[in-house]
Structures are given as structure tokens and as C-alpha cells.
């Protein structure tokens, strides 16, 4: 009786260890950042645009093409964006599949290599669907990376809802976000 008695305390308490073990892990492990808190905390420029580089850095660009601020994406945020842009979903990840944006100096975050053509052409360059006006009539649609872009101001100039010209580095053209 005693060695049941024995080995039903030492489940027990095994039990608590182990619940107690795995809740202390999951304080340890980071939360994860919601992405398009992300983005809207980053210094944006009207006429600019986001580039996410092969390094895995968020970059927000001014008009004139400086690096006005950065975020460090983790692997798991690349691939969340990928995932947003599902045309493309594997080029992407295997784009960014080696990138570990914590190893990139300051230096290269605000001196990157320079933006493709396509990317720096001014504001007033003609971008996909820009003179297409949104049918404030038309059902809403939270998904703005149907749009494409070149800048911030093409993506509002098509619904005023999205914000945000994203470029990923494979397409030619950006895609609006909200």
C-alpha cells in the first residue's frame, strides 16, 4: 500500500513539474509581432514606398530613395509576408530563405544597395492602375495586395483604404497594403 501511495505522489508531482516546466517556457518565448503593427509603426514618407530586402530587412524609403527607417523580420515574419503576396509565396521563401536580417550591420540597413529602376522612378512615373478610381459603392475588400504599385500614393489613389506600397524584390511592380 505504501509503495502505490508512493508512486501516486511521484506522478503527481511529476505532473506539476512538467505543467509548471512548460508554462515557464512559454514566458521565455517571444511573442510573436503583428505585422501590420509593424508597419504602421514605421516612419513613412507620403511619397515613398516599403522594400523588404534579401537580407530580411523592412526598409521604408522617402521620395528621394533614402532609408528613413528599418525592421529586423525573423524568418517567420518573411514568411507570413510571403504568404500575403501568394502568387508568389515560393519564389519568396526561397528568396528569403537564408536571410537572417540580425546579422546585418547598421551600416548596410541605411545604405543598402540601391532600389531597381522600377522602384525609383519619382511619383509622377505612370503606375498599374493608377487612374482607376475605387467604386466607393463597391462591396469592401480588405485585401489590397490585388493593387499594384511604385509608391505609397498609387495604392491610395486606387482605394483609400490601402496605405502602403510594399516592393519584396521579385516582382517588378509593388503590392498595396492596408
Known sequence: ???????????????????????????????????????????????????IGNDGILRSYDKDNNVIDYARLDSAELKSLAKRYSKDEENLIALWENADSSMIDEAQIWSPEPLKNSMSLGASAVSPNVDQLANVLAPRLDDCSRLGCYRHPDCEAQDPHCHHCVHDGVNFFGKCDL
Open 1 to 51: 500500500m505504501q509503495c502505490f501511495v508512493y508512486l501516486i505522489a511521484s506522478a503527481c508531482i511529476n505532473v506539476i513539474l512538467s505543467v509548471t516546466a512548460l508554462e515557464s517556457s512559454k514566458e521565455h518565448q517571444p511573442a510573436a509581432r503583428d505585422l501590420q503593427q509593424l508597419v504602421n509603426n514605421l516612419r513613412t514618407d507620403p511619397n515613398g514606398l516599403f522594400h
